[in-house]
């Protein structure tokens, strides 16, 4: 649930040189029940390099904070001297340097103290040098709903029923647990605040899942919206039009629409256009691409259109490893994906 981030200013008047975003991804264990990821963005918003940056967010009682697993990590571009820690319910990031533009993100399990109904998270504390000069400002301080996560003990594909109206079959074995990311917010070029999940409604709505880390990496990215109100998808000229508008140009990834291909295939309870093709990481030796199908369906019973990503990271991350395909496991990891799509059902 994207929305603008607070810029962290030590002095009235001041221009600040960071902005801090801290978002709540809801995630499912195989096992049941969910916790929240922690993602804490800092990004230099000003027009010159600054430096000995030390972030401090403390979590309050209702959260159990602990380190997040070490393969999420590499979806990150880390500048170099990167280091976190935690120490009881404080976690410290600390970077060298970020440049102009330059961001950095901080990642945190939560898990649950029983099963609290709110928790108010206080204001995330930065310290950085601007030209040797000290300087300090504050993030946003949020107030979290809880009770909607708490008093679920359901899987991931109970909840997309209820609150998107789309029922999935994920596998109880896959090892990795799915959860909610930031992909349907960073393809429209917005950094997500808050807590992450379904953003809209059934009739209405969209929502990214992720599971596992680059090298074993499956995506998922589903919006819809009335008929009413979508774009026609007679032909592939018009499908080609519809998948562009869902990825915004200053989004961090591409899809290559030259050599996709198009076809129809049964979905739900009709027909959906399929189009096969590859995206390209805009991120230079960090994530590298791979394989990515869209899907276009209109449901006439639920009077809506449906548009789906599956997307998948065979490679790994970094300059050894983003540069190096990986025909075999991307071809295993997207029937995967196909194999969640395809048991789709629509309420």
């Known amino acids: 649930m994207a929305a603008p981030g607070v810029a962290a200013q030590d002095a009235p008047g001041s221009a600040p040189a960071v902005t801090i975003y801290p978002s709540f991804h809801v995630k499912f264990g195989n096992e049941g029940g969910n916790y929240l990821l922690s993602s804490i963005v800092i990004l230099n918003i000003s027009g010159y390099s600054i430096t000995d940056i030390h972030l401090t967010q403390t979590f309050p009682k209702q959260f159990v904070p602990e380190p997040a697993t070490d393969g999420i990590h590499e979806y990150i571009d880390r500048p170099g001297g990167y280091t976190d820690k935690i120490d009881g319910q404080t976690y410290d990031l600390h970077v060298p340097i970020l440049r102009r533009r330059e961001l ?58 209820r609150y998107a109206g789309l029922l999935f079959k994920f596998p109880t074995n896959s090892g990795a647990d799915w959860g909610f990311s930031s992909l349907s917010a960073r393809v429209k070029g917005k950094t997500p605040m808050g807590l992450v999940e379904v953003d809209g409604d059934m009739s209405k709505g969209r929502f990214s899942l992720i599971s596992g880390a680059p090298g074993d990496s499956k995506e998922i990215l589903a919006s819809w919206e009335p008929l009413s109100e ?23 990834f591409s899809t290559d629409m030259g050599p996709a291909k198009f076809e129809k295939v049964k979905l739900a309870r009709g027909q959906a256009w399929k189009i096969s093709s590859v995206w390209t990481d805009k991120v230079q030796q960090r994530l590298g691409g791979g394989p990515i199908e869209w899907y276009v369906y209109n449901d006439s019973m639920k009077k809506n259109q449906y548009v789906f990503m599956l997307r998948a990271q065979a490679r790994g991350a970094g300059p050894d490893k983003a540069d190096t395909p990986d025909p075999a496991k991307a071809e295993a990891l997207m029937h995967e994906l196909e194999e969640i799509l395809f048991s789709l059902r629509v309420f």
Do not use: C, W
């Open 104 to 161: 950095t993100t901080g990642l945190v399990v939560l898990r649950y103290d029983g099963r609290p109904s709110t928790a108010k998270i206080p204001r995330a504390h930065i310290e950085y040098k601007v030209t040797g000069n000290p300087h300090s400002g504050d993030g946003p301080a949020l107030d979290l709903d809880l009770k909607k996560y708490t008093k679920y003990s359901g899987a991931l594909s109970d909840f997309l029923k």
């Open 230 to 252: 979508a774009k026609p998808s007679e032909t592939e000229a018009q499908v080609k039009a519809i998948i562009e508008r869902q990825v915004h140009s200053s989004a961090d």
